[in-house]
C-alpha cells in the first residue's frame, strides 16, 4: 500500500518562532489533507490540498504532486500551535479510506 | 460552518460490555467513515459506509463491530463485546463524496475499556 511519511517527528520552538513540516508519500495522490490533533485529541481539517498552495492565517501548506510531497508552514507560532500535525492520502486501489503519516509533533514554548 | 459532530466526547466501559459511539455527519454528505487511534499510534481506518450499506472496511473491523445508520442523521458504530485493546479514540468522518473529496472529522470519542 501507499506510504506516507511525515519529518521531522518532533519539534521544539520558541514561540513566535517559523517551522516547516514535510509529508513525503510513495505514489501518486489526487487528495491530500493535513490534519491538526489538539492535546484533547481533537483532530481539526487545516487543509485539503491535492495540489498548490493555501493559506489560512498563518499557516499555509504546499502540495508538489509530482514530486510526492506536500509542506506545511507554520509562521510566528503560538503554545496554542501544539499538538501533532497528521498528513492523509487515499489508500491505494481504495476509494474511500485515507493513510494517515505517523504525525509531527509540536511543542512551542512560551 | 458545518461540522461533524460525535458523542460522547468519552465512554468509559467494562470489557465485555457492548457500545454504542454516535455521530452526526455533515447533512449533505453521502460517505461516512469510522476511524480509530490508539494512544500514541496512527489513526487507522476502520470502514467506509455508502448508500446504507458497507463500503470497505479493515482488517480491524471484525464480527465484534457494525456500523449503521439508524435514521436520515445519525451513523454509529457499535462494538459487541468490548475488549481491553479497544480502548482509543475513535473518529467519525463525511464526505460528499470519495476520491478527491475532503473527509471532514468529529472531534472524537475517547473509549475507555477497563
Known amino acids: 500500500g501507499i506510504q506516507v511519511e511525515q519529518s521531522p517527528p518532533d519539534l521544539i520552538l520558541q514561540e513566535g518562532a517559523n517551522s516547516t513540516l514535510r509529508c513525503n508519500f510513495s505514489?501518486?495522490?489526487?487528495?491530500l489533507q493535513w490534519f491538526h490533533q489538539n492535546p484533547w485529541g481533537q483532530l481539526i481539517n487545516l487543509f485539503y490540498?491535492?495540489?498548490g498552495t493555501k493559506q489560512n492565517g498563518r499557516l499555509s501548506a504546499t502540495t508538489v504532486a509530482t514530486e510526492r510531497y506536500s509542506l506545511l508552514y507554520i509562521s510566528s507560532s503560538q503554545t496554542t500551535d501544539s499538538g501533532v500535525y497528521f498528513c492523509?492520502?487515499?489508500?491505494?486501489?481504495?476509494?474511500?479510506?485515507?493513510?494517515f503519516g505517523s504525525g509531527t509533533r509540536l511543542s512551542i514554548r512560551p | 460552518e458545518p461540522e461533524v459532530t460525535q458523542t460522547p466526547s468519552h465512554q468509559v466501559t467494562q470489557m465485555g460490555q457492548e457500545v454504542i459511539l454516535r455521530c452526526v455527519p455533515i447533512?449533505?454528505?453521502?460517505?461516512f467513515y469510522w476511524y480509530r487511534q490508539i494512544l500514541g499510534q496512527k489513526v487507522e481506518f476502520l470502514v467506509s459506509?455508502?448508500?446504507?450499506?458497507?463500503?470497505?472496511k479493515s482488517e480491524i473491523f471484525d464480527d465484534q463491530f457494525s456500523v449503521e445508520r439508524p435514521d436520515g442523521s445519525n451513523f454509529t458504530l457499535k462494538i459487541r463485546s468490548t475488549k481491553l485493546e479497544d480502548s482509543a479514540m475513535y473518529f467519525c468522518?463525511?464526505?460528499?463524496?470519495?476520491?478527491?473529496?475532503?473527509?471532514?472529522f468529529g472531534p472524537g470519542t475517547r473509549l475507555t475499556v477497563t
Open positions: 468522518a463525511s464526505s460528499e463524496a470519495l476520491e478527491a473529496y475532503e473527509q471532514y
Open positions: 505514489d501518486s495522490v489526487n487528495n
Open positions: 490540498i491535492p495540489s
Open positions: 492523509a492520502v487515499p489508500g491505494y486501489s481504495s476509494a474511500s479510506k485515507i493513510i
Open positions: 447533512s449533505n454528505h453521502l460517505y
Open positions: 459506509f455508502y448508500n446504507n450499506e458497507i463500503s470497505e
